[in-house]
Each structure stands twice: as structure tokens, then as C-alpha cells.
């Protein structure tokens, strides 16, 4: 069965920070690049921020040089460290596998960017 249980959103202010986590089942973590997405509200769903099972990761354009993904292996947690917040990153994050098929979903950590 696969679980994927996200945490570390809450309200912060623009400019400030935010660090995710996700805990995920072995056979998420086994199946080698993850992610972390974002939805918006009334959009959909993006990638925002990718990483490979060695570690090489990539990012969406609008977040790129503000969040740093990172995993831990040992542990199957997956990170994302959120700086210099926008009102525009407000949405519900979510993790999972990257660019492969996904199978269901964590119920997402909620960000709120606000002054």
C-alpha cells in the first residue's frame, strides 16, 4: 500500500520561510525520482521541484533558486525548503513520484502566503 503523508505548511508572511517534509511508504521512495507539486487554487496541479534517486534535482522556473528539494533515503522523507515566499505559492503541496504514474495522493500540506 502506498502512503504519503505531508507536513510543515502553515501561514507566513511574503519573504519568509517554510520547510516541508513528506513521509513516504518504501515502495514511493524505491520507485526513484519524487517530487513535490502544488495546487493552486482553481489550477492545476504542477511540479514544481524534482529530484533523482542519486540526488541531481531540477526546479520549475518560478521557484528556482528560492526551494531546495533534498530526500533522505534511510529515512524515505522527502524535503522541500521554501525561501523568499510569494503570495503566488499559496496553494496545497503536495508529494510523489515524478514523471511516472501516480497512483494516489497524501492529503497535501497546506501554504499560505500573506501579509
Known amino acids: 500500500q502506498e502512503q504519503l503523508v505531508e507536513s510543515g505548511g502553515g501561514l507566513v508572511q511574503p519573504g519568509g520561510s517554510l520547510s516541508l517534509s513528506c513521509i513516504a511508504s518504501r515502495n514511493i521512495f524505491s520507485r526513484g525520482e519524487l517530487g513535490w507539486y502544488r495546487q493552486a487554487p482553481g489550477k492545476q496541479r504542477e511540479l514544481v521541484a524534482a529530484i533523482t534517486f542519486s540526488g541531481s534535482s531540477h526546479y520549475e522556473p518560478n521557484v528556482e533558486g528560492r526551494f531546495t528539494i533534498s530526500r533522505d533515503n534511510a529515512k524515505n522523507t522527502l524535503y522541500l525548503q521554501m525561501t523568499n515566499l510569494k503570495p503566488e505559492d499559496t496553494a496545497v503541496y503536495y508529494c510523489?513520484?515524478?514523471?511516472?504514474?501516480?497512483?494516489?495522493w497524501g492529503q497535501g500540506t497546506q501554504v499560505i502566503v500573506s501579509a
Open positions: 510523489n513520484v515524478a514523471f511516472q504514474e501516480i497512483r494516489s
